[in-house]
């Protein structure tokens, strides 16, 4: 049997209501356009008869056991027999007439094709207020800035893609966030991404929707954190650090005037405070992009990688010695200036400006070493 060009995955839990009638859009778009394809629903346990719905309509039924969106549109995914494949919710809310615009693009080259409603129309009442200028726009302008994904509207339901790169993506999660998580690891991969104008109105279903605003845009939020170690731990790691260094340089020789105060050995305690939670993020930053490579969470990064050969767990430890003896050497001073006093009352303040460095520099080093050696078991695999 020849393969088919295209497969449509509806993903499905109780749409008794729309299922036929979005199953006959489908695919009568494919017999109108002349494409060689199949409607695949991937059902996830209906009770209201949607099984029976779409095998009567044409469509083959996959079963999912597994709960969720995500588990629901990978089952049909891989049951899918098309060359390509396009996917669209079953709660007649997005056009199947606009197959052709995406298939288009796929012919074209694109691995991945975004439908983006913002540019095809929105109809009325078919996107709650706070998901239309809220949710939406900000979750896709943060796919844009964490991810340089060059897309407008991150969390279309429908989008198309080959077989070949949806296997590249390897998808894990199960839940909304799968649609998050194709996009993101998309761009990670440089693959390319195109984007269509679709169009969104509202759904034809009684029943309230599965989506959920504030559990589910959290949902996507924490993920697209979550696979952004940089920024989520390594840039704020980072400007902790580097200004709480500065702060210090400039706080350690004496008080200093800041308009109608003066910032003294305080300040510098929350400065050495700051560069120690800075190192913190940045050691999580560094094992969390570590352990996500590892277990295939992202993908490989060429220069991650080779700072990773060059920072090894010997270099670890020599900075890490060398900062535990930069504390010892200041410690020292601190009892030698204390003994030559006769061991007496010292100006705290004057004391307080050795103490800190030292304190700072013995945890800084101690971490440095131990984390080191965390670092090296976490890449053990990979070496």
Not at 109 to 130: H, Q, S
Not at 142 to 165: K, N, Q, V, W, Y
Not at 224 to 251: D, N, Q
Not at 290 to 302: C, K, N, S, Y
Request: neutral net charge; hydrophobic residues 50%.
């Amino acid at each position: 049997m020849n393969e088919l060009e295209l497969t449509v995955v509806m993903p499905c839990l109780n749409e008794a209501e729309t299922l036929a009638v979005c199953v006959d859009k489908a695919l009568a778009a494919l017999v109108a356009n002349g494409i060689a394809g199949e409607v695949v629903v991937a059902d996830n346990g209906s009770t209201d008869g949607s099984q029976a719905i779409a095998t009567e309509h044409g469509a083959r039924v996959v079963p999912v056991p597994v709960r969720g969106y995500g588990a629901a549109l990978n089952a049909g995914i891989l049951a899918a027999r098309g060359k390509y494949v396009l996917m669209g919710d079953a709660d007649d809310s997005y056009e199947f007439a606009h197959v052709p615009r995406f298939l288009e693009k796929l012919r074209g080259g694109a691995d991945l094709v975004m439908g983006n409603r913002f540019e095809g129309g929105i109809g009325p009442g078919a996107m709650p207020f706070l998901h239309r200028y809220l949710g939406n726009p900000v979750l896709s302008w943060l796919g844009r800035t964490l991810f340089h994904a060059p897309i407008g509207d991150f969390h279309c339901g429908m989008r198309a893609f080959s077989r070949e790169a949806y296997e590249r993506l390897e998808l894990r999660t199960t839940g909304m966030e799968f649609a998050s998580e194709m996009v993101v690891k998309a761009s990670l991969l440089k693959m390319r991404i195109a984007e269509v104008p679709t169009t969104l109105v509202k759904d034809g279903r009684s029943r309230a929707p599965h989506l959920k605003t504030w559990r589910d845009g959290w949902r996507h939020l924490r993920f697209l954190l979550m696979y952004s170690p940089r920024w989520l731990f390594l840039f704020p790691g980072l400007t902790l650090m580097l200004g709480g260094f500065a702060l210090m340089a400039w706080l350690l020789p004496a008080e200093r005037p800041l308009g109608h105060v003066n910032l003294g050995v305080d300040t510098l305690a929350y400065a050495a405070a700051a560069v120690l939670l800075g190192f913190q993020l940045v050691f999580f930053g560094v094992a969390a992009k570590v352990f996500a490579i590892t277990e295939g969470l992202l993908p490989e990064d060429e220069s991650f990688d080779r700072w990773f050969r060059f920072v090894t767990l010997e270099t670890g430890l020599i900075v890490g010695v060398l900062l535990v003896l930069a504390g010892l050497g200041i410690a020292v001073s601190s009892v030698s200036a204390w003994a030559h006093t006769g061991y007496g009352p010292l100006p705290p303040v004057q004391m307080m400006r050795r103490t800190l460095p030292a304190m700072m520099c013995l945890m800084l080093g101690t971490e440095v070493c131990f984390g080191s050696f965390f670092l090296s078991l976490l890449g053990l695999r990979r070496r």
